[in-house]
C-alpha cells in the first residue's frame, strides 16, 4: 500500500496543527498508524492522496446515510452556493428543514438550528437550566456529547481513545456541576437523584450511545430515565447527534416510544454539511432568544448550504423507505462476521442496530462502560491495520461506530468479510 503523500502531507500538518489533525481520532494513534489523506469519496468508497481506494464505514462518523457525493445532495449545494454562501439573515431553507426535523420528531415543537453537535449540547443544557432555576446536569460515562466543558468528564469519543476521559483545562465548577451516572444501570441514577435530585436540571444521555463503540440500551433503562427525572421536575434530554435519521426517519425516540423534553441532533441532518440542532416542548423552547432570555447565536447558524444539504438528504430518507434496506445490508454483514468468528471459535460482541454496528474485541456481552473498556484494545488496532491494507476502513478505535450507508453494495459488504476473514487469519 502505498502512502508517500500521506506522510509528506502529515509532516506538513503536524507543522501547522497540534498532532496535524483538527479532531483527535483522525491522528490514527490508538491504532499505530499515521493518517491516510483523503482526496475524495464517491458512493461507498474513499480514496486517499495515493490513490489507495478503501470501503468506508466511517462515512464521516455518521452524517453519510446516503453515501459519499450523493448526486442530489451535491445538486442541492451547488444550486444554493451559486445564489449566496451565507447571508447571516433569514432564509427560507431554514424554515423548510426547521419543518422536516418538527414533523419527523413529535417531542419537537420548536427547533433552534446551529452548527454542531457539541453547540446543540451545550445549548441544550444551558436551556435546561434555565427551564428549571438548577445547576447541575447529569451525564452517563463513556457517553459523549460534544466539547463543551460541562461534557468532558468520563466521556466517551476521542478521550476514551486517549486513554483521558476527562479534558484538563475544564473548571473545577463544571466538575462539581456535572454528576455522572453508569449508562444501563437505573440504580445509579436513582443514587444521584436521592442525594441532588432538587438540584437537578437535566439528564443528558445518549438513548443509543455511539461513543464508546456501539451500546444498545437495556429494556427499561430510558423509560426509568423518564420516570426518574418526571418525578423530580429535572429535563430529560436525548442526545440524538448520532441516531437521529439514523435508526428510523426521525429520532431513536420515534422506535423507543420515549417523549424526552429536549433532543439534540446534528451529522445526518446536515447532510455532510456542519448542521446541529435541539428542539422540544414549545414551553421550553420560547425561553430561547429572542423570544425569551436563555441567550444562544451564531453567524453562519442556518446557512443556506448546510439548509440545502439538510433538507436534500432528508427528502430523500423521507421519500426513499430507505432504512428496511439499510437495516437488511448491516444485518447480512454482521451476520457473514459471526460466521467468520465462528470459523476461528471466537466470540466476541458485535452491537448493531440498524445501520450501526461495532466490534468489540471482548468476549461474552458489551452492554455497560465496564464490558467496553475490557476490550483488548492493541487487538483491535492490530486488526485495523490489517483491514487497511485490505481496503477497509473502519474507525481509527475502538470506541467509535461502524456506518453502513445506502451506497454500499451487496459486493461491497463480500469483499468486506473476506477482507475481515484474511485479517483475523493475520492476527489470531
Ligand atoms: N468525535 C467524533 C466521533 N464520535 C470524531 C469526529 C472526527 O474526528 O471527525
Not at 426535523?101 to 441544550?124: F, H, Q, W, Y
Not at 454496528?357 to 483488548?376: A, H, L, P, Q, R
Request: proline fraction near 4%; charged fraction near 20%.
Amino acid at each position: 500500500m502505498k502512502q508517500e503523500r500521506s506522510k509528506e502531507l502529515f509532516i506538513a500538518a503536524k507543522k501547522y496543527m497540534p498532532g496535524g489533525v483538527n479532531s483527535p481520532v483522525r491522528a490514527f494513534r490508538s491504532v499505530g498508524l499515521e493518517p491516510v489523506f483523503i482526496k475524495q469519496g464517491i458512493g461507498s468508497k474513499l480514496y486517499d492522496v495515493d490513490d489507495n481506494e478503501y470501503i468506508d464505514y466511517v462515512c464521516s462518523w455518521g452524517p453519510l446515510i446516503l453515501g459519499h457525493s450523493y448526486p442530489q445532495v451535491v445538486q442541492a449545494i451547488s444550486e444554493a452556493a451559486a445564489k449566496g454562501t451565507s447571508f447571516g439573515a433569514c432564509c427560507e431553507r431554514e424554515v423548510e428543514l426547521a419543518q422536516l426535523i418538527c414533523e419527523a420528531i413529535p417531542s419537537i415543537d420548536k427547533v433552534r438550528l446551529v452548527n454542531s453537535g457539541t453547540e446543540a449540547t451545550m445549548s441544550a443544557v444551558r436551556l435546561a437550566r434555565a427551564y428549571t432555576g438548577r445547576e447541575k446536569i447529569v451525564k452517563f460515562e463513556g457517553c459523549y456529547h460534544g466539547h463543551a466543558d460541562s461534557f468532558l468528564i468520563k466521556a466517551g469519543s476521542g478521550l476514551l481513545t486517549s486513554g483521558v476521559p476527562t479534558s484538563s483545562g475544564v473548571p473545577g465548577s463544571f466538575v462539581w456541576s456535572t454528576l455522572v451516572a453508569r449508562y444501563n444501570d437505573t440504580e445509579s441514577v436513582e443514587k444521584i437523584f436521592a442525594e441532588y435530585g432538587q438540584e437537578i436540571a437535566a439528564v443528558i444521555v445518549e438513548p443509543v450511545a455511539g461513543n464508546m463503540g456501539l451500546v444498545l440500551p437495556q429494556p427499561g433503562f430510558l423509560e426509568n430515565l423518564r420516570r426518574i427525572t418526571e418525578r423530580s421536575g429535572a429535563l430529560l434530554i436525548f442526545d440524538e447527534v448520532i441516531s437521529g435519521f439514523r435508526t428510523c426517519y426521525g429520532g431513536f425516540q420515534n422506535l423507543a416510544g420515549i417523549v424526552p423534553d429536549l433532543t439534540t441532533l446534528g451529522k445526518i441532518i446536515g447532510g455532510g454539511l456542519p448542521v446541529g440542532a435541539y428542539g422540544g416542548r414549545e414551553d421550553i423552547m420560547n425561553l430561547v432568544a429572542p423570544e425569551g432570555d436563555v441567550y444562544q447565536a451564531g453567524t453562519l447558524s442556518g446557512n443556506p448550504l448546510a439548509m440545502a444539504a439538510g433538507t436534500a438528504t432528508l427528502k430523500i430518507l423521507k421519500e426513499g423507505n430507505c432504512y428496511d434496506e439499510l437495516e437488511k445490508a448491516a444485518s447480512l454483514l454482521t451476520g457473514k462476521i459471526k460466521d467468520v468468528f465462528a470459523k476461528y471459535g471466537i466470540c466476541w460482541a458485535l452491537n448493531q442496530i440498524g445501520s450501526m454496528f461495532s466490534i468489540f474485541f471482548n468476549e461474552g456481552e458489551v452492554c455497560t462502560y465496564e464490558e467496553v473498556i475490557k476490550s483488548d484494545t492493541d487487538k483491535y488496532a492490530r486488526f485495523y491495520r490489517e483491514l487497511l491494507k485490505e481496503g477497509i476502513y473502519f474507525p481509527p478505535s475502538q470506541y467509535e461506530v461502524c456506518f453502513v450507508s445506502c451506497a454500499h453494495s451487496q459486493d461491497d459488504i463480500e469483499k468486506t468479510v473476506e477482507a475481515i476473514d484474511k485479517a483475523l487469519s493475520r492476527i489470531l
